[in-house]
């Protein structure tokens, strides 16, 4: 049975940081894709950042770069994000996700197989 499990969200000032974990556990497809969404009450989950099975390639949503960062450690079978500068509007429920390996990085929600069952990140003062 596949397992994602996250963690690390919370509530956070504007301007601050937060690292969010993903726990992967049970077969998989080989070499899968690893990706993070987010989705805020009444909107559509939304694609955030993507890293490929060798974590040579990322990808991420154009209003998050350079301030968040996807890494993954397959050792230990986690994928994390780090979330710096936080803004209110990033205030959401944030997933984690895994999609068969692709030559293109998917941003597509209906794309990926597995998801967690998400982590609440609150910005605010």
């Known amino acids: 049975q596949v397992q994602l499990v996250e963690s690390g969200g919370g509530l956070v000032q504007p301007g601050g940081s937060l690292r969010l974990s993903c726990a992967a556990s049970?077969?998989?497809?080989?070499?899968?894709?690893m990706g993070w969404f987010r989705q805020a009450p009444g909107k559509e989950r939304e694609f955030v950042a993507v890293?490929?099975?060798?974590?040579?390639?990322?990808r991420y949503v154009d209003s998050v770069k350079g301030r968040f960062t996807i890494s993954r450690d397959d050792a230990k079978n986690t994928v994390s994000l780090q979330m710096n500068s936080l803004k209110a509007e990033e205030t959401a429920v944030y997933y984690c996700?895994?999609?068969?390996?692709?030559?293109?990085?998917?941003?597509?929600?209906?794309?990926?197989?597995?998801w967690g069952q998400g982590t609440q990140v609150t910005v605010s003062s």
């Open positions: 996700a895994a999609t068969p390996s692709s030559m293109v990085l998917r941003t597509v929600a209906s794309d990926y197989s597995y």
């Open positions: 890293i490929s099975w060798s974590g040579r390639t990322t």
């Open positions: 049970g077969r998989f497809f080989s070499n899968p894709n």
